[in-house]
């Protein structure tokens, strides 16, 4: 699972870089106490997360991704008087026990999350099982 805070950029523009550095310290909080031991979770990038999860069921991923899009819909992040209301794309992509290296199951994870994006933002994208196959749930 790969997912970004949506327009990062702009909460950096307009309340500035230690407001961004705040957002990131506090959705790596929020989404830390919400893994499961055997979970990896990490900072992929400028505002992006990576998620490695043991599982090859879509559904459960599924339903940890959309734990995580309500924990961060959720939160507000103050910066002096101000207080900046969070969203993320997501985009997931499992094992299918065929061929799926890390790099491939990262790359069809990075353009499930740019269709989430494509497609709206705030919301959550899964790759087809298979990179040849066509997009296997949306959400």
């Not at 990038?45 to 959309?66: K, Y």
């Not at 507000?76 to 790099?103: E, Y």
């Not at 790359?107 to 497609?119: E, F, I, N, P, V």
Request: net charge positive; aromatic share 6%.
């Amino acid at each position: 699972m790969l997912f970004d805070i949506d327009h990062f950029k702009r909460i950096n523009d307009t309340y500035g870089h230690s407001a961004g550095d705040e957002v990131l310290r506090q959705v790596a909080r929020m989404c830390a106490g919400l893994m499961r031991p055997a979970d990896l979770f990490a900072r992929w990038g400028g505002e992006g997360f990576i998620h490695l999860l043991p599982t090859r069921d879509m559904n459960a991923a599924l339903q940890i991704a959309e734990w995580l899009h309500r924990g961060i819909a959720g939160m507000t992040v103050r910066s002096g008087t101000a207080r900046i209301r969070l969203i993320a794309s997501f985009g997931l992509a499992v094992a299918d026990g065929r061929s799926s290296s890390l790099d491939e199951l990262v790359g069809r994870a990075d353009r499930a999350m740019y269709r989430a994006k494509q497609t709206g933002r705030n919301r959550t994208e899964a790759a087809a099982a298979h990179p040849s196959g066509a997009v296997a749930a949306r959400h």
